[in-house]
């Protein structure tokens, strides 16, 4: 499996930005795919997953209301739409294909993720 992220970018405090991510190699059974971010000198940490089938969402508090996973399955890309940004928010975000929403655990493969900086 491999993936790739993009979309990120260097925005002002309350504005918006949406990252993509397009997985390749992934298999064909039911499976979860999520956002994670890793901000300097923290570990990477969940942000959101969405069921690849069935569509069902899952977010960390720190993001909900804020922030909305979504997919396409023809273009097999996932999408993070953000929203109301903070400079908390500032990190490199990656995507992973095989998340338990259980766990909040991603055992897939990282990419090189993208950079997203909230700055004034």
């Known amino acids: 499996v491999q993936v790739e992220e993009s979309g990120g970018g260097l925005v002002q405090p309350g504005a918006s930005l949406n990252v993509s991510c397009v997985a390749t190699?992934?298999?064909?059974?039911?499976?979860?795919r999520a956002w994670f971010r890793q901000a300097p000198g923290k570990e990477r940490e969940f942000v959101a997953g969405?069921?690849?089938?069935?569509?069902?969402?899952v977010y960390a508090k720190y993001v909900q209301g804020r922030f909305t996973i979504s997919r396409d399955n023809a273009k097999n890309t996932m999408y993070l739409q953000m929203n109301s940004l903070k400079p908390e928010d500032t990190a490199v975000y990656y995507c992973?294909?095989?998340?338990?929403?259980?766990?909040?655990?991603?055992?897939?493969?990282w990419g090189q993720g993208t950079q997203v900086t909230v700055s004034s």
């Open positions: 969405i069921n690849w089938i069935g569509g069902a969402t």
């Open positions: 992973n294909t095989d998340f338990s929403p259980i766990t909040l655990k991603a055992l897939g493969s």
């Open positions: 190699g992934v298999p064909s059974r039911p499976h979860v």
